[in-house]
């Protein structure tokens, strides 16, 4: 177990995603704890859910004509 700052994790990116392939690598940010691990499957390929995935600015335009500003 690898314990780092949010700095010293993204000044040395690589080494640290180099070392979360053989354990874990906890990034320390102030009151949180984020945990970086090789994921056991493989890339895949995107599915339904992400081919019907929308934009925010999308999200936005669609929002907008239903809401009132005054």
């Known amino acids: 177990m690898t314990i780092v700052s949010t700095k010293e994790f993204n000044t040395n990116q690589e080494k640290?995603?180099?070392?979360?392939?053989?354990?874990?690598?906890y990034i320390q940010r102030e009151d949180y704890?984020?945990?970086v691990t090789?994921?056991?499957?493989k890339y895949?390929?995107?599915?339904?859910?992400?081919?019907r995935a929308v934009s925010m600015a999308?999200?936005?335009d669609r929002l907008h004509k239903?809401?009132?500003l005054s």
């Open 44 to 51: 895949k390929e995107p599915d339904e859910d992400l081919r």
């Open 58 to 60: 999308v999200v936005r």
């Open 33 to 35: 704890m984020f945990i």
């Open 16 to 25: 640290y995603l180099d070392m979360a392939i053989d354990g874990q690598v």
């Open 38 to 41: 090789r994921s056991p499957e």
């Open 66 to 68: 239903h809401v009132v």
